[in-house]
T-cell receptor
């Protein structure tokens, strides 16, 4: 069966510090991968999506970047965090071409102080 | 752009039935999803509609009208554990693409009272 792992669960970082969140998927190959952010009181905002290694599309301009160095690994990064980067970050995967929704990781609660 | 609207909050009592509505305006349409999200947790998949009509899955049912850009999630025999946020999500028509981008509404916070 497929599983998705995301870490860390919580993170408190000072403004201006770097960020690296990692997500890995097991039990499937060539998944579509996604990063979402959920700010307090707001809906899920799609940040990045990827259909394959090295293929990243950004949904909205922001202070973040994403990379996919391996088929089942997706990384969210920032060189210098802003207060507005605080939120609940969720990684998700879906199968190519299927009529399926996303399966989400357990999320990372990021607080920038 | 994508515009997905759903009520912010709803309340109901245990054992009752509640209907959560969702309206959408998207650039194309290739499916509507409902997710449940408990506080501090990741969303979990509830239902999927791509054709008009009602899909029933146990206590939960979801309805879609593509011509009206409208869906609802119906929860029957409410239980305390159903207190959660319910997210409506739409997948645009990415014709020719294998991408399955989903765009989410802000969620409806349902509180079930004893």
């Amino acid at each position: 069966s497929q599983t998705i792992h995301q870490w860390p669960a919580t993170l408190v970082q000072p403004v201006g510090s770097p960020l690296s969140l990692e997500c890995t998927v097991e039990g499937t190959s060539n998944p579509n991968l996604y990063w979402y952010r959920q700010a307090a009181g707001r809906g899920l905002q799609l940040l990045f999506y990827s259909v394959g290694i090295g293929q990243i599309s950004s949904e909205v301009p922001q202070n973040l970047s994403a990379s996919r160095p391996q088929d089942r690994q997706f990384i969210l990064s920032s060189k210098k965090l802003l207060l507005s980067d605080s939120g609940f970050y969720l990684c998700a995967w879906s199968a190519h071409g299927g009529n399926y929704g996303y399966t989400f990781g357990s999320g990372t609660r990021l607080t920038v102080v | 752009g994508q515009n997905i609207d759903q009520p912010t909050e709803m309340t109901a009592t245990e054992g009752a039935i509640v209907q959560i509505n969702c309206t959408y305006q998207t650039s194309g349409f290739n499916g509507l999803f409902w997710y449940q999200q408990h506080a501090g947790e990741a969303p979990t998949f509830l239902s999927y509609n791509v054709l008009d009509g009602l899909e029933e899955k146990g206590r939960f049912s979801s309805f879609l009208s593509r011509s009206k850009g409208y869906s609802y999630l119906l929860l029957k025999e409410l239980q305390m554990k159903d207190s959660a946020s319910y997210l409506c999500a739409v997948r645009p028509d990415d014709r020719g693409s294998t991408l399955g981008r989903l765009y989410f509404g802000r969620g409806t916070q349902l509180t079930v009272w004893p």
